[in-house]
Structures are given as C-alpha cells and as structure tokens.
C-alpha cells in the first residue's frame, strides 16, 4: 500500500527536515558563525607532481596536480595514500577550497599522503607528453 505513497512520503521528510533547520539558519544569514575551520598553519606541504599516463585510444598524455603531505610526519613506502579524483565539472581545486577548509589538507594532516589530479581534458592536464605544452 507503501509503494505509492513513498516517494511522496521522502519527500514529505525531507521538507520536514529542512523546515526544522530553517530558523537557525535565518538567524545566523544562512551560515554558522561557529562554522568549524581547520586549522593547518604551514603544517602541510603541498607540491605540484605530474604523472605521465598511456590512454589506448589516445597515446601519451599528461596529468597534473598536487601532492599533499604532513611535514611532520615520516614518509615512506608503508605510508598510506589516498588519490582524489574530481567530477566532471571540476577540478584538484575542489579538494582545497583554502587553507582553513581543505579535504586534502585534512587527510594529509591525518597521517595520509594525497594526491589529487585533473582529469585528462579539464584544467591542466594535457594530451601530450610535454609540461611545456600543457602550461600554454
């Protein structure tokens, strides 16, 4: 007798759910002035690191990105590393909105080196095997 009625019932929660957080959200202009930040100070490292790649359709291209490390941890081969892969209309940009909000300094400053890299045909990256061409 549900199987009617439920996408009309979720979305019945679902406005429940916002109409619940919708005064506090008013009262502080839609954003919390307890919003949190974090906070990395020079903590992790970021470098530019580009990643030759063969695509069978394509040949030889070119990806680039950023590199995310803790400066005081111990890197080696044991430590554990997390790849960040944007969406369609994106960019490496999505992963460090800035110093204070930033997924990958998060991960990085949890122990993980990270990477992060735009895709082939978007930002950066190139479909040739030289940097030269691709900063053009």
Do not use: K
């Not at 990643?51 to 069978?56: D, G, L, R």
């Not at 680039?64 to 994106?90: C, E, F, K, N, Q």
């Amino acid at each position: 007798m549900l199987r009617g009625r439920r996408p009309a019932v979720v979305a019945l929660l679902v406005l429940l759910g916002m109409a619940a957080f919708a005064p506090d959200a008013a009262a502080h202009g839609g954003r919390s002035e307890d919003a949190p930040q974090m906070q990395f100070g020079d903590r992790v490292d970021v470098n530019t690191v580009c990643f030759s790649v063969t695509n069978p359709a394509a040949g030889q291209s070119t990806l680039y990105g950023l590199r995310y490390i803790d400066r005081r941890a111990r890197v080696d081969s044991r430590t554990p590393a997390i790849v960040l892969v944007h969406g369609i209309a994106s960019s490496t940009e999505n992963w460090d909105f800035s110093p204070t909000w930033s997924v990958a300094r998060g991960l990085a400053a949890a122990g993980f080196v990270v990477y992060s890299y735009d895709r082939l045909a978007t930002r950066r990256a190139a479909t040739s095997a030289s940097p030269a061409e691709a900063s053009r």
